[in-house]
T-cell receptor, first 116, second 117 residues
């Protein structure tokens, strides 16, 4: 069975400070891991993904995520937060391998709030 | 171009109405998805089409009826809905992965906000 946990419902950060949004996963075999962002009343926007290789993945809008196999984590990070980063963030996972259409599992979401 | 479009943006319907949601992508993706999302919750998968054939139905009530007329279009037909069906309905599409190391990243549309009175 696959599962994703986002332990924090909300993360509050001051503008200009670094931010981290946590994600841990459980999947048999090697994982494919994703981060999505959702602004109010909008669809999900793809930020970045981990497939294999370098554990540090860089994505859109200055975000990056670090894959840690031993801790089964894939935390989202940004060195300097912007007020415009305030949104709902979802981590997602699926098992690696061929699939004509994948079923990915989403975490419960973390609301990121950046104060000026 | 990673654009998925959905129409309408908003829809209000009564419990006896019949309506349809439309989704379109021109990225050459051969997998398309319908999700339902309640406020502040993650998306819940409803249906998956792969190469225009229904491959996953997550035990969705029959008042929701999907249709994939061609590789670019996905419809969701709605009939006799309940107020608890009010939600944001999201469409997504992806390339099927063909080899180890491929991923089928899903790209989402902006959604249709459905209200059932």
């Amino acid at each position: 069975a696959q599962s994703v946990a986002q332990p924090e419902d909300q993360v509050n950060v001051a503008e200009g400070n670094p931010l981290t949004v946590k994600c841990t996963y459980s999947v048999s075999g090697n994982p494919y891991l994703f981060w999505y962002v959702q602004y109010p009343n909008r669809g999900l926007q793809f930020l970045l993904k981990y497939i294999t290789g370098d554990n540090l993945v860089k994505g859109s809008y200055g975000f990056e995520a670090e894959f840690n196999k031993s801790q089964t984590s894939f935390h989202l990070k940004k060195p300097s937060a912007l007020v415009s980063d305030s949104a709902l963030y979802f981590c997602a996972v699926r098992r690696s391998g061929y699939s004509s259409a994948s079923k990915i599992i989403f975490g419960s979401g973390t609301r990121l709030s950046i104060r000026p | 171009d990673t654009e998925v479009t959905q129409t309408p943006k908003h829809l209000v319907m009564g419990m006896t109405n019949k309506k349809s949601l439309k989704c379109e992508q021109h990225m050459g993706h051969r997998a398309m998805y319908w999700y339902k999302q309640k406020a502040k919750k993650p998306p819940e998968l409803m249906f998956v089409y792969s190469y225009e054939k229904l491959s996953i139905n997550e035990s969705v009530p029959s008042r929701f009826s999907p249709e994939c007329p061609n590789s670019s279009l996905l419809n969701l037909h709605l009939h006799a809905l309940q107020p608890e069906d009010s939600a944001l309905y999201l469409c997504a599409s992806s390339h099927p992965s063909r080899a180890q190391g491929d991923t089928d990243t899903q790209y989402f549309g902006p959604g249709t906000r459905l209200t059932v009175l």
